[in-house]
Every structure is written in structure tokens, then in C-alpha cells.
């Protein structure tokens, strides 16, 4: 089908598990943005896929969260202006 996002594969939550051992205390906003932004896209073909309420849901919580990482970003760049 057209328009649906692609079946999320063994080998993409694989990367994704990697990216968070990878993930220390010490990373940086970018990186952690980075990895919660990757981590809802894969939330939000499972939750397309399931097609459930409950996957929609969460696949929205981590799109949420990554928002936020992203205006504490963009917050610490309009300060050091």
C-alpha cells in the first residue's frame, strides 16, 4: 500500500537497543534527540501497523518527549544569542 510507512525490522530495533547502550549519562541534547527521534518514528510505524489506541498513544508520548528535548534545545540557542 501506498502511504503507509514500512514494517519495522529486526535489524532497526537492533540499531535502535545499540543507540541507547550507546546513550550514556554524559550525551549530549543533540544525541539524545537524535536517539528519541528515532526511537518515535519506529514507535509510530509499529503503532500504524498494530493499529491499535494503546500503540498510537505511545508512539505519541515519544514524539512528545522529543519535543521537548527539542525546545530545550532551541531554548539554549536563543540564550547564547
Do not use: F
Not at 503507509?4 to 545499540?18: D, F, K, M, N, W
Not at 550514556?24 to 544525541?31: F, H, K, M, Q, T
Not at 510505524?45 to 527539542?70: F, K, M, N, P, Q
Request: some cysteine; proline content about 4%.
Amino acid at each position: 500500500m501506498t502511504g503507509q510507512p514500512a514494517r519495522v525490522t529486526p535489524g532497526e530495533i537492533s540499531a535502535l537497543l545499540e543507540q541507547a547502550r550507546q546513550l550514556g549519562p554524559g550525551a549530549s541534547l543533540d544525541e539524545q534527540i537524535a536517539y528519541h527521534a528515532q526511537k518515535a518514528d519506529l514507535l509510530s510505524r509499529i503503532a500504524a501497523d498494530l493499529g491499535t489506541i494503546e500503540a498510537h498513544e505511545v508512539a505519541a508520548d515519544a514524539w512528545s518527549y522529543a519535543a521537548s528535548l527539542c525546545r530545550r534545545a532551541d531554548a539554549r540557542t536563543e540564550a547564547g544569542r
